[in-house]
């Protein structure tokens, strides 16, 4: 599986943005897609992960309630739908997948070039 992650741009404080995971490959559709980020001088944190077939989700303590992820495994692509965004939400966004539990944070084999956010204040 090869991942893009791409729709990361400048946004101002309480705003919104939608992440995008465009993966080729056949193992797309089998596998658990998480979202991950990095911030500058921090290291990385887990966002969020949804299961195979999309019915179960996983968010990190910092977006719940802020950030939505789904998926369209027709389309091979994975998203990550941020709200209310904060400063705090500025990093790297990087999305992967991986076979298995959605509630465990390793085991992402596969990993995309990342999509920086920027929020300003």
């Known amino acids: 599986v090869q991942l893009q992650a791409f729709g990361g741009g400048l946004v101002q404080t309480g705003g919104s943005l939608k992440l995008s995971c465009a993966a080729s490959?056949?193992?797309?559709?089998?596998?658990?897609v998480g979202w991950f980020r990095q911030a500058p001088g921090k290291e990385r944190e887990f966002v969020a992960a949804?299961?195979?077939?999309?019915?179960?989700?996983y968010y990190g303590d910092s977006v719940k309630g802020r950030f939505i992820i789904s998926r369209d495994n027709t389309k091979n692509t994975g998203y990550l739908a941020m709200s209310s965004l904060k400063p705090d939400d500025t990093a790297v966004y990087y999305c992967?997948?991986?076979?298995?539990?959605?509630?465990?944070?390793?085991?992402?084999?596969?990993w995309g070039q990342g999509t920086e956010v920027t929020v300003s204040s």
């Open positions: 490959g056949r193992t797309f559709s089998s596998s658990t």
């Open positions: 949804i299961s195979w077939g999309g019915v179960s989700t």
């Open positions: 992967a997948t991986k076979r298995g539990d959605i509630t465990t944070i390793d085991g992402y084999g596969h």
